[in-house]
């Protein structure tokens, strides 16, 4: 299977009602949104540089893998409308325009660092 990152970046409209927009970003729609076939993990962060006026202050980064990529998104859209019809989703994120990309296709795989001291096995 093909290996993918989707990156979500977003803010918090109401910044009185941000630690609300954070329990619910954390405990009810990525969990939700786990809950496509093909998402197999997902982690919040949130920018280290907190500049006034910055925009997209938070990003959830999903794991995911799939050989049919227009079938998955069709299933991440599906679920999404669900949370929707179901009431879960919530009034406060401010995300990034359609055309921004978010989805990226893993092209190598991960690489560790080599630690000084450490022996590299020679072939």
């Known amino acids: 299977m093909t290996k993918y990152l989707l990156f979500v970046f977003s803010d918090c ?65 599906d679920r999404g409308m669900w949370t929707m019809q179901q009431g879960r989703f919530s009034d406060l994120p401010i995300f990034d325009p359609p055309e921004i990309p978010r989805v990226y296709k893993q092209i190598m795989p991960a690489k560790k660092a080599k630690r000084p001291g450490k022996q590299t096995p020679k072939s």
């Open 13 to 77: 409209k109401d910044p009185a009602r941000e630690q609300e927009f954070n329990d619910w970003y954390s405990n009810v729609h990525l969990p939700d949104m786990l809950a496509v076939p093909g998402m197999i993990r997902a982690t919040r962060w949130m920018s280290a540089s907190s500049r006034p006026g910055e925009r997209r202050r938070y990003l959830a980064l999903y794991e995911m893998e799939t050989d049919d990529l227009e079938k998955f998104d069709a299933a991440v859209r």
